[in-house]
């Protein structure tokens, strides 16, 4: 079964502007993930928190962890074209295996 | 390195046929996975192998099979396609299981439309 839920299923931004898309869980996890898919590709990782970590960057990513109320938030700052794609995070729970969400679908105007 | 790769790209069958979908890898990981998107939700895992010679059913696993002879290539295979088989199907290989190293690679996927 699905674990990891994404909101909002989609978002439209205009470039420079943040985004941010939430992912809530059900059971405690090992890692959470977060994946990218552009249209017509495969997912791409870019970025593991661990269940111990609250913050974590890359680049013009941050993501958030709160194992409290089991979510995750992932902040894009200062869009891009190139940003567009589906955004999905993944849990790992007691073992190796990730459950994937439905994804978020963001949309960066220009 | 070529990472995850797929074959193939696209496939059209008609109810009843099978296929074999092939997934090989270039970066000596240990776990290897199938997975089928569906529009809205999300991937849902199919088969895995924690290493050459193993397998485990996922999430899905219904009307597929596969085999991992090789540590670098795993298999889905479909025995006798259905519509609900319509599908992309992604392979992914990662690593190990470790909670640390459990970044997952993708291929580019393959597309099935079962007629």
């Known amino acids: 079964s699905q674990q990891g839920e994404e909101d909002p299923q989609a978002l439209s931004i205009q470039e420079g502007e943040n985004a941010t898309m939430n992912c809530s869980y059900k059971?405690?996890?090992?890692?959470l993930q977060w994946y990218r898919q552009n249209s017509g590709r495969g997912l791409v990782h870019l970025i593991l928190i661990r269940s111990n970590e609250r913050e974590k960057h890359s680049g013009r990513l941050r993501v958030t962890l709160d194992t409290s109320k089991k979510s995750s938030s992932l902040l894009i700052t200062a869009s891009r074209a190139a940003d567009t794609a589906s955004y999905f995070c993944a849990v790992e729970s007691n073992d190796y295996k990730l459950s994937f969400g439905a994804g978020t679908t963001v949309t960066v105007r220009a | 390195n070529a990472g995850v790769t797929q074959t193939p790209k696209f496939r059209v069958l008609k109810t009843g046929q099978s296929m074999t979908l092939l997934c090989a890898q270039d970066?000596?990981?240990?776990?290897m996975y199938w997975y089928r998107q569906d529009p809205g939700m999300g991937l849902r895992l199919i088969h895995y192998?924690?290493?050459?010679?193993?397998?485990a059913k996922g999430e899905v696993p219904d009307g597929y099979n596969v085999s991992r002879l090789k540590k670098q290539n795993f298999l889905l295979g479909l025995e006798s396609a259905a519509p609900s088989q319509t599908s992309v199907y992604f392979c992914?290989?990662?690593?190990?299981?470790?909670?640390?190293?459990?970044?997952?690679?993708f291929g580019p996927g393959t597309r099935l439309t079962v007629l």
């Open positions: 059971t405690s996890i090992n890692n």
């Open positions: 192998s924690v290493g050459e010679g193993t397998t």
């Open positions: 992914a290989s990662s690593f190990s299981g470790s909670t640390l190293y459990n970044e997952q690679f």
């Open positions: 970066m000596n990981h240990e776990y």
